[in-house]
């Protein structure tokens, strides 16, 4: 089974993270705006220097470039970036079927990136991301742009395909409705520590 071990990690002001994943588990991180919740996210995806260790498997993050452990421990950023002019030319030409929980069109990988509403870039990213076969996923905020009916499909696809594929997730979020329903544990970042919230272990 993949274990994710985060280490006496310290990045900004956030100090001594101590965290064990394992397949399957969904860590929520929730705490106030600018309290290093993404900073967090981005330690753990070799994006930002930090201190403490990150291993995945037995493997040190800092043993591999950035790049290769990205592939294995991808982030979904909340404005995700896009490098091309059209949506399809960011997926391999076999993966260019989306599942339809994400309820976009088939014509979507025809559309321009310019286009997308905040909602559809926001649901297309997470689909990049897994098509991509990673075995950690760092979403920060992946709802944050859907209204609620939407939010409660994206959620369980996503809590599908993590059960499917036994992938560990850190998934930062604000709703206490949302990390109710979707966390196998819930931390708070409060001062400078990450705090487990009480009744979630
Ligand atoms: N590269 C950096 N160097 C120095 N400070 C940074 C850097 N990136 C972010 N910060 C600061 O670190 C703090 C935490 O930022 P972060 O984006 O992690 O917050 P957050 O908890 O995700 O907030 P929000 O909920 O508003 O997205 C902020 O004060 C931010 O300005």
Redo the contacts with the bound molecule.
């Keep these: 089974m993949t274990t994710l071990t985060l280490d006496n990690i310290s990045v ?3 100090e001594g993270v101590n965290l064990s994943l394992q397949g399957g588990d969904i860590v929520c991180v929730s ?12 330690a753990v995806a070799d994006l ?1 220097p930090h201190q403490g260790t990150v291993v995945l498997d037995e493997v040190q993050q800092g043993s591999m470039p950035g790049h290769c452990w990205r592939r294995q421990v991808m982030m979904v950023p ?1 404005d995700s970036q896009w490098w091309y002019e059209d949506v399809g030319a960011h997926f391999e030409p076999e993966q260019r079927t989306l599942p339809s929980a994400l309820g976009l069109p088939p014509e979507t990988m025809n559309w321009t990136v310019n286009r997308l509403s905040s909602g559809e870039r926001q649901r297309l990213a997470i689909a990049r991301a897994l098509a991509r076969q990673p075995r950690v996923l760092l979403l ?2 992946p709802t944050a742009n859907l209204d609620q009916d939407m939010t409660h499909q994206v959620e369980n696809w996503l809590l599908e395909e993590i059960r499917a594929r036994d992938l560990i997730v850190i998934w ?1 979020a ?1 709703d206490i409705g949302q990390i109710e329903r979707v966390a196998s544990r819930h931390y708070h ?1 409060q001062g400078s520590t990450l705090e487990p919230v009480h009744g979630s272990h």
Excluded: N, T, V, Y
């Design positions: 900004g002001a956030l705490g106030p705006s600018g309290s290093g919740k993404s900073r967090l996210l981005r930002d909340a920060d905020e930062i604000h970042i």
